[in-house]
Structure formats: structure tokens, C-alpha cells
């Protein structure tokens, strides 16, 4: 269970003693996790307040529309507003973030860079036809000649470009395996196997995850910057 499940089950009080445990280390050893349910605690408590005080004055006004005996229709809708108020403040604090939705918005595979292709070029080595598969979208085809490219030698940017044929694919996992370990050595396209796996990440519904490999790029590099941001944005 991620941590924002973790805090959404915590004001419902829907937490199994495995995830109170687990919310309770969090609280005590996460401060950034801790702060951040301080703080819906307290915006709770405005919510609260502000419904109450509608409510209220709500009750006020029919009582002062009607003051003979008990009026059922108008207690009923006084009910309903109880019940709609009680229902908005539960949506808010149990909003569901759709990452599919959002993965789908960020996610475009990576342009080619490595290999390009000219028109009219009779160039057919292997590397040439994985690159031309790779920009005329058809990605099993793509995959099946990247596989055979790093079978002749281990390519950290060719990895990458698999990667990317794998997200498309569906093959979210494997894809984030590839990022992760693209990612163990220093390299010129650290950004980019980052923002990819961040974007693996939310696929795989890892909120937490994602945000804390996209705040990592939000001050530490300059690609995907709007994106980066916009995306976090979304995330919280």
C-alpha cells in the first residue's frame, strides 16, 4: 500500500492493524509524511467548521420560517443538505488520482536521436531497420531487432530506446527494470531514463515513486521541465 492509500484509509478509519502499524512507523520516522497529515488534519477541521456553520445556518432559517409544529418536508431537506455536505468532504480526502489518464497525457516514446533515417537511404544494417521499425511505430517488430542488437553487444542507449518500445507495449515492468538499471551507472540520458521510469511509475500506480523521482529532475535538470512540473502539480 502506497502512502496517499495509507493516509486515505487512516480518515476513513478503514486501516488494518498491518497498514496502522506500517502508518504509524511512517509517522514517526517519515517527516514529509507526517507534515502532510498534519496538514489534511487541519484542513479537515476547516472543512468541518465551514459545514457545521452552514448547516446551521440552514436549521436557523427554517426554524424561523416555520415555528409551528414539526414540519417533516422541511426536516428532510435539511437532512439532505447534511448528507450532500458530509458526501463532498468525503470525496475530497478520497479523490482517486487517475495515473492512467495522466500517463497516457505525458507519455510519448522518446524521438530518435541515435539512428536517423533519410529518405532513400539504402542503408539496411540491422541498427538502420530497428530504427526505421522504431519510427514507423510498428513496435513488435521494433523490439524483436532491438533484442537482437543487444544480444551482439550491451547498449545502455539502445536499452533505453527498448524501454521505450515496452511502455508502448504494455510491458510496464520490464520497461522499469531497464530504467532502473540504465540508471546504475552515470550516463548522458540519466534524465531521460528517469522521466521515463517516473512515468512507469504512475502506470504501475506508484504515486509515491513518481513523485519522488520527478521531484529529483524538478532540481536537478532542465529536460521534460514543464512537464516535471506540471505532472507533480497533478500528483498533489
Known amino acids: 500500500m502506497n502512502k496517499e492509500q495509507l493516509i486515505a484509509q487512516y480518515f476513513t478509519k478503514k486501516l488494518s492493524q498491518k497498514a496502522q502499524k506500517e502508518f504509524n512507523h511512517f509517522m514517526v520516522n517519515d517527516k514529509a509524511f507526517a507534515k502532510e497529515v498534519t496538514f489534511q488534519e487541519n484542513l479537515k477541521k476547516v472543512i468541518d467548521k465551514e459545514e457545521r456553520d452552514s448547516v446551521k445556518l440552514q436549521l436557523q432559517d427554517f426554524e424561523l420560517e416555520e415555528k409551528s409544529p414539526f414540519n417533516y418536508k422541511k426536516w428532510l431537506v435539511a437532512s439532505s443538505i447534511i448528507v ?120 504501475l500506480n506508484d504515486i509515491e515513486s513518481a513523485k519522488t523521482i520527478l521531484n529529483e529532475l524538478n532540481t536537478t535538470s532542465s529536460f521534460k521541465n514543464k512537464g516535471v512540473k506540471q505532472l507533480l502539480k497533478q500528483l498533489n
Open 84 to 203: 450532500l455536505l458530509a458526501a463532498s468532504s468525503f470525496w475530497y480526502f478520497n479523490k482517486p488520482i487517475n495515473t492512467e489518464k495522466l500517463y497516457t497525457e505525458h507519455f510519448e516514446p522518446y524521438r530518435n536521436i541515435v539512428h536517423p533515417i533519410v529518405r532513400g537511404d539504402v542503408n539496411t544494417d540491422l541498427k538502420a531497420k530497428a530504427f526505421i521499425a522504431y519510427e514507423s511505430k510498428t513496435y513488435q517488430e521494433a523490439l524483436n531487432l532491438f533484442n537482437t542488437l543487444l544480444k551482439e553487444k550491451d547498449d545502455e542507449t539502445l536499452a533505453f530506446y527498448k524501454a521505450n518500445i515496452l511502455l508502448k507495449l504494455n510491458k510496464t515492468e520490464e520497461a522499469a527494470s531497464i530504467f532502473k538499471g540504465n540508471l546504475k551507472t552515470s550516463d548522458s540520458l540519466d534524465a531521460k531514463n528517469n522521466w521515463y521510469l517516473a512515468l512507469a511509475y504512475l502506470k
